[in-house]
């Protein structure tokens, strides 16, 4: 069995494969100031909650963008899982060119997103991430990256304006029925989500111009919600990075023995 972690800012979504079947996920808070002790008895109390023994675990692979826990989450894994996990980091074996001014900037999450949406869907495609930012991968039909886009995230969208408004409460992210608001609440939900929604359709729809079509791919945290509001995604899949991550250890797994 395989475990990967997808280590963003604000979340940590863990799975446990099979061969390439995702049996357990999980979405946890990220944070940051975790011990190595924490984070090995969280994994492997996981495991055990899942009925899946810790020593059945036979490889693990991390892609972070959180660099402060690096460390401990590597010595977690070695003390608490008997295994030496396996980094996304620049300079990896990922089987796609990086067609970008400086491929050693590019996150771990968007190369995993990158190399599982062309081997599930095929290029073009362009990948719509919804976590802390919304991120757009964009990869050609020979399987290359070829850049993207980063905007803020709907949820730092949101913080925003209830920082910086002092009359303003917090809401949920949800749209009202009318774009037109009759309070403050609804008014607020409408121009967060069709706000951001139109964000997403106008982007979208000038990277697709650019590289002269594809199809379109959403993953992440909000991926769902948007979904629900659009129809400019060809496909939704919540699993995007942890199958990239599963793709790259199997194109770079340590040699046993």
């Not at 994994?43 to 991390?62: D, N, T």
């Not at 620049?90 to 590019?106: A, C, F, N, Q, Y």
């Not at 930012?133 to 949101?158: D, R």
């Not at 919600?225 to 990239?244: C, P």
Request: proline letters at 5%; glycine letters at 12%.
């Amino acid at each position: 069995m395989l475990l990967a972690l997808d280590v963003g800012n604000t979340h940590t979504t863990i799975g446990v494969f099979r061969e390439r079947q995702i049996l357990r996920r999980w979405r946890l808070s990220t944070v940051r100031d975790r011990t190595v002790d924490e984070l090995g008895i969280l994994l492997r109390q996981l495991c055990e909650w899942a009925e899946i023994p810790p020593g059945e675990i036979s490889g693990v692979v991390v892609g972070s963008v959180v660099p402060p826990l690096d460390a401990s989450l590597r010595a977690a894994v070695s003390t608490y899982l008997h295994a030496q996990p396996l980094f996304v980091t620049p300079g990896i074996d990922s089987g796609m060119p990086l067609k970008v001014e400086t491929p050693l900037e590019l996150g771990a999450d968007r190369l995993c997103n990158s190399v599982a949406a062309f081997a599930e869907y095929g290029g073009p495609c362009v990948v719509v991430d919804f976590g802390t930012a919304t991120t757009w991968e964009v990869v050609s039909e020979k399987g290359e990256f070829l850049g993207g886009v980063i905007a803020p995230g709907l949820e730092i969208a949101a913080e925003a304006l209830f920082s910086r408004a002092a009359k303003l409460p917090r809401i949920e992210l949800a749209a009202p029925p009318r774009v037109i608001g009759k309070g403050t609440v609804d008014s607020m939900q409408a121009g967060l989500v069709y706000g951001y929604v139109g964000l997403v359709e106008g982007l979208t729809k000038r990277v697709l111009d650019e590289m002269g079509g594809g199809r379109v791919v959403a993953t992440g945290g909000l991926a769902s919600v948007i979904a629900r509001y659009t129809k400019i995604f060809d496909a939704v899949d919540d699993d995007l990075t942890l199958k990239g991550l599963r793709l790259l250890w199997e194109r770079n797994r340590p040699a046993r023995g």
